[in-house]
């Protein structure tokens, strides 16, 4: 059983520039969330799919942030005209939406974002 | 909306002493409740679990947590905590709802044992 995989682990951009993640998740589980986590902070959520459904967005997003999860396997998320505020760690997570399973989320290890 | 409240930021116990992390939350209906440990650098490992049934529940590394629902609490102990459990943990919730809710996280407690 492979976990969630996020790529890259790593990146470094200019500001103004455009980044993408890419989220692989647990492969039975139909859904995947995504948070931002900055150092001493718990994990902010930002938004979640049901298989390709978008159910919610944090109202705090920008529209400088979306995310897709086509044909409801992976996701990505993409910051357009990226800020040094954006500088942070970009969580994956997913979970299987079963009856008493509970909403369980499996988390990856995180994608690093450093805008310069 | 669901909410947590973690109120120690930092925690410094002695090796084999006991440790308890404080949880607290807010909904307005029924509740899952987690916690989940991080190290250094990774992403979040889930520690356990509270869905139903016994409120006692024990999880890994020796770890466990009581729901208190009349207190909406739900911390977390060790007996005799080791080096290896220094790290970030979060409290987390989830509204049961006929659709499961998102999963909020509280701000986290810093561990950290003293040898």
């Known amino acids: 059983d492979t976990g969630v995989s996020q790529n890259p682990r790593h990146k470094i951009t200019k500001r103004g520039q455009n980044v993408t993640f890419r989220c692989d998740p647990i492969?039975?589980?139909?859904?995947l969330y995504w948070y931002r986590q900055t150092l001493g902070q718990g994990p902010e959520f930002l938004t979640y799919f049901q298989n390709e459904a978008q159910l919610e967005k944090s109202r705090l997003l920008s529209d400088r942030f979306s995310a897709e999860r086509p044909k409801g396997s992976f996701s990505t998320l993409e910051i357009q005209r990226t800020e040094q505020g954006d500088s942070a760690m970009y969580l994956c997570a997913s979970s299987l939406l079963a009856a008493n399973s509970g909403n369980t989320i499996y988390f990856g290890e995180g994608s690093w974002l450093t805008v310069v | 909306a669901q909410s947590v409240t973690q109120l120690d930021s930092q925690v410094p116990v002695f090796e084999e002493a006991p440790v308890e992390l404080r949880c607290n939350y807010s909904?307005?209906?029924?509740?899952?409740l987690f916690w989940y440990v991080q190290y250094p650098n990774q992403g979040l490992q889930l520690l356990l679990k509270y869905l139903s049934g016994s409120t006692l529940v024990k999880g890994i590394n020796g770890f466990e947590a009581e729901f208190n629902k009349s207190q909406t609490s739900f911390h977390l102990r060790k007996p005799s905590v080791h080096i290896s459990d220094t790290a970030e943990y979060f409290c987390?919730?989830?509204?049961?709802?006929?659709?499961?809710?998102?999963?909020?996280f509280g701000p986290g407690t810093s561990l950290s044992v003293i040898p």
């Open positions: 987390a919730v989830s509204e049961r709802r006929s659709s499961y809710d998102k999963v909020i």
């Open positions: 492969s039975e589980h139909n859904r």
């Open positions: 909904s307005s209906v029924s509740v899952y």
